[in-house]
């Protein structure tokens, strides 16, 4: 017992403490994030809106080196490269510097790529046109009223309003030809 108390007591404590907190703290962000994923900010677009604005992509502009994430691992590092390496005075101190300093680049690194396989999965009206689709709900003649078209996109499929000069049956191949307002599109049968 006597050895444990000696090596909290010398010049390792200070980072002992930072390993310890800094682990413990890693410990509860992981534990946080697989039980409620990144913190229930999803951008989910239920109403099948089409103009909304995706994400443009600023290339390496979007990385963040200070995060509370890297922060943390630069801490955790630190603190074990001081355990590790603090008896070697300064240059322990550099080794343990360095070590929390790579592993906050790898985390941050880490996160800006992470980011960058997100994907926003909206698909603008202006993309809809000249798609092909199925029709699900017969469209009647003269755009009196909507039917429902089945598109393919490239992404899966969208479920549309649709309008046609003639009748179309269920099951037939259309065409998006143009978009009549938000959510409703002029359709050929192919």
């Not at 030809?177 to 002029?186: H, R």
């Amino acid at each position: 017992m006597q050895a444990v108390m000696e090596v909290f007591s010398g010049e390792l404590k200070y980072y002992w403490m930072l390993a310890v907190l800094g682990s413990c703290v890693f410990l509860i962000q992981t534990l946080l994030t697989l039980i409620f994923g990144h913190g229930g900010d999803a951008d989910v677009d239920l109403g099948g809106d089409f103009d909304a604005e995706g994400h443009v992509d600023t290339g390496f502009g979007d990385f963040q080196l200070f995060s509370i994430r890297s922060i943390i691992a630069f801490i955790t590092f630190f603190g074990w490269g001081g355990v590790i390496y603090g008896n070697g005075g300064w240059q322990g101190f550099i080794v343990a510097f360095v070590c929390g300093l790579i592993m906050m680049v790898i985390t941050a690194l880490g996160i800006f790529y992470l980011f960058k396989l997100q994907q926003s999965g909206n698909i603008y009206a202006a993309d809809m046109i000249g798609k092909t689709g199925s029709v699900y709900l017969k469209i009647p003649a003269g755009r009196s009223s909507t039917g429902k078209v089945t598109v393919y996109t490239g992404a899966g499929t969208r479920e549309v309003l649709a309008v046609a000069d003639i009748e179309i049956p269920n099951g037939a191949s259309v065409k998006l030809v143009s978009q009549i307002d938000q959510n409703k599109f002029l359709v050929e049968k192919i």
